[in-house]
């Protein structure tokens, strides 16, 4: 069959589905984007949002309590939340510089720069996250405590021990979480976007 | 309905032949087709006001359209299984009386679902009549590319429809 043969049977194919209407049409303008990076853009407000909400609890939480270890570290996690805004405002300026009017081979580029960018940062932001709010949550008890009974009580093999092996597991396994969590999200998409532009550039 | 939102819908009432040929290309049933329909709409809408007429109307919805079916558009999963093509089969039939012209049809849309997602998109706008300039353009390679690229796909679906 030649090119032609095929170009004729193709033509057949506009017969073949059912035209929208004007309304449909128009109400499909009222709709919400599916799009990764609209999806992207979403999940960010969510995780505003909900620290925002969580921020508001623990700061409600962390005034109750008379004072304390747990009453520092409650308002300690509110103002690092504050700070966190920043994050989020640099997360959705990442995803904001992406515009899909390119041709084809350039929009797999920028999305999988874009993409790669804003997984880095995630990754990186809870990388730098957990290890600073353990070491916030040892000054705390420094503090309760008083210097000379923290480095006492520290400083005993049986709890040197005890906080190495659970700042490990714990490290570990947030950012094995963290890993899962954007891989089954995004990286599945990623691999895909970086074979098709693969196939591309070969 | 505003003036531009209507200049619009008319646009696409005109060529919505095109975003459903994406769709059946590139998407296996009949509600991620319309998701996939409604999302390439949006995406066009969006890039509407930043339409300047450099490139002819159906270039500028190719690109658009393509882009999101291939890099946009985050699906459950793209490969050819038995109950889609029966599904693309179903579609056809609904509005033929089944004669070798829509077996054909349907052999030909079998054969380039089973393309790559690239393959696809040049060989739906060669079919289109759509220039090898124009198809250089929109995917973002040289017309020496598109004609070597096309040599290959011809070929291969040569093979596919035969087999």
Redesign the interface.
Known sequence: ?E?ED??D??K?????????D?SE??N??K?R?????A?LKRNVWFELVFTYVVGIALLVYGVTLRSGWLSSMSISLVLLFCLYSFYYVKKLKLLNRFD?????????RR?IKSLKGYLRFYKRSYAILYPLYFFLGLFFKAVEYGAEGFIEHISRPQMIAVLVVFATVFFACSMWLTNWYLKKLYGN?LE??ES?LG??DA | ?IGD?KQ??NL??EH??LI??VC?MYESDREARN?L???I???L?R?YS?FRGESKITTWMY??A???A?????KQT?KVKTEDLDDVHL??S???SGDE??E??NR??VAIRQL???ER?MIMM????VPYEEIA?????TQNNVRVRMNRI?EK??KL??A
């Open positions: 069959m090119i095929l170009k049977i193709w057949k194919q506009s017969e073949a589905f059912t035209p929208k004007t049409l128009a499909m303008l709709g984007s599916t799009s990764i990076i999806k899909a009017n390119e041709n084809l081979r350039e929009n797999l999305l998409h895909k976007l098709i196939e591309l | 309905m939102e619009f819908i696409i009432n919505q032949g459903h040929k059946i998701d329909f409604q999302e709409v949006l995406q809408w890039s930043t690109r658009i393509l882009n999101t291939i890099s946009g558009f985050r793209r579609n056809i609904d509005n033929s012209n829509e054909n049809l030909l849309q790559s997602e690239i998109a060669a079919l289109d009549e353009e929109t995917i973002g390679i011809r679906l040569r429809m035969t």
